[in-house]
């Protein structure tokens, strides 16, 4: 128990000596759900009297019928929060349905425990998974945030939120500033009665060779100027999506790779992919290879049907499917074309063909015969 919440029982005994109340009768319900948050859960429940020994050693004195009272209560009141009832609508609720209802339950010849929380088991721990794989977040980051999960579990439940998912062996960012540098974005997209979304500027960071791990600044340290548009997750990593000023196109950045973001007060911009924004972003996923952009090209390709879903993860409904003959089926796709899109359909083999358009086929054959190249 932290010494300011012991200050305040303390004082909390002087007011309820001198009201002829026991001493901390006010703060005992909070306690009660504090103590069976920490210490409780279906494969873990509290006796009655380990829970009238703990509330004795903080200077709580119980007596067991004013705690079967007090857990009562706690799930009325717990029950209003959830569902947005009156006091006795939830009385009701849980008179009708206690094993639906209630927030603490009583196990058979055991004892009591938390069955509902803000956050069950098993989303804390897809969560601490997500936190534990992310690239963008740093290992102390991801402790944290994960440390901070465990608070809605139980001390029992901890432990199985804090292991480190063995397919995580992927470089996670150095880059402290990732979320803060996401916060700044969010804030100069932001569009209300007074504020209008707003560019920003940034300077954008590279590896080098040379700098043995190090990250240094791209274009010698000159400031990019990008007018933000949204902000995207893809293969681990965040990823900002925006108008370079220079170019006026709409570009990709790593947000992890930013520094010294700032918004500008200028207005934001936008071009023709930002004009029906939702569309372009809604089939972004689809076109665009490992966030390497190009030109938009409808193209269709040949594939053996055991790919087909594999190909369907890829496109999913934003691609057209048709039989071609016995062993294969066609798609027809909007694609950008890229070394990346290339190298995806490489991956295939002679189970994979690229049929049109022609141009992009030339592309192709080209990139194929440059990859010859380098082995002769």
């Known amino acids: 128990m932290n010494a300011n919440f012991e200050s305040t029982l303390s004082k909390d005994k002087e007011k309820d000596s001198r009201h002829g109340r026991k001493p901390n009768q006010r703060m005992k319900h909070i306690f009660v759900l504090h103590y069976l948050m ?9 006796k009655l009297e380990d829970l009238k020994e703990a509330l004795k050693e903080n200077g709580i004195p119980a007596e067991r019928k004013a705690l079967y009272k007090d857990i009562e209560e706690i799930n009325i009141v717990q029950l209003m929060a959830r569902e947005g009832v009156s006091f006795d609508e939830a009385a009701e609720m849980l008179l009708e349905d206690p094993d639906e209802y209630q927030t603490v ?11 509902k929380r803000p956050l069950e088991l098993d989303d804390a721990r897809l969560l601490a998974e997500c936190v534990q794989t992310a690239r963008f977040v740093t290992a102390r980051e991801s402790e944290t945030l994960v440390e901070g999960l465990g608070s809605f579990l139980s001390e029992h439940q901890r432990d199985s ?16 500033q990732v979320f803060t540098n996401v ?12 504020h209008a979304p707003e560019k920003i500027r940034f ?32 293969d681990g990593n965040y ?15 790593r947000i992890d790779r930013m520094t010294h973001v700032r918004a500008i007060g200028e207005v934001r911009e936008g071009n023709a992919d930002t004009e029906n924004f939702k569309e372009y972003l809604d089939t972004y996923a689809q076109r665009v290879f490992s966030m390497y952009g190009g030109r938009r090209e409808s193209v269709r390709i040949r ?54 358009p022609s141009p992009v086929i030339e592309e192709f054959t080209k990139h194929l015969a440059k990859m010859q190249e380098l082995y002769q």
């Open 38 to 46: 920490e210490h409780s859960d279906e494969q873990h429940p509290v």
């Open 105 to 115: 339950k009583y196990k058979k010849k055991h004892g009591y425990f938390v069955a």
């Open 161 to 176: 939120i804090q292991h480190k998912p063995f397919a995580i062996a992927r470089a996670k960012t150095n880059n402290a």
């Open 183 to 194: 916060d700044t974005i969010h804030t100069a997209m932001e569009k209300s009665t007074e």
């Open 203 to 234: 300077k954008y960071l590279k590896c080098t060779l040379q700098s043995t791990g190090e990250l240094e600044t791209r274009r010698h340290g000159e400031f990019y100027v990008v007018s933000p548009h949204a902000i995207m997750i893809n």
């Open 239 to 253: 990823y900002l999506l925006g108008i370079e000023d220079k170019s006026k196109k709409l570009r990709t950045y």
């Open 303 to 356: 594939f053996t049907n055991d790919l087909l879903d594999t190909v369907k993860d890829r496109f999913g409904h934003y691609a057209t499917y048709l039989l071609d003959g016995a062993k294969h089926f066609t798609v027809s796709v909007v694609i950008e074309v890229s070394p990346m899109f290339f190298g995806w359909l490489c991956g295939f083999g002679n189970k994979a063909k690229l049929l049109s």
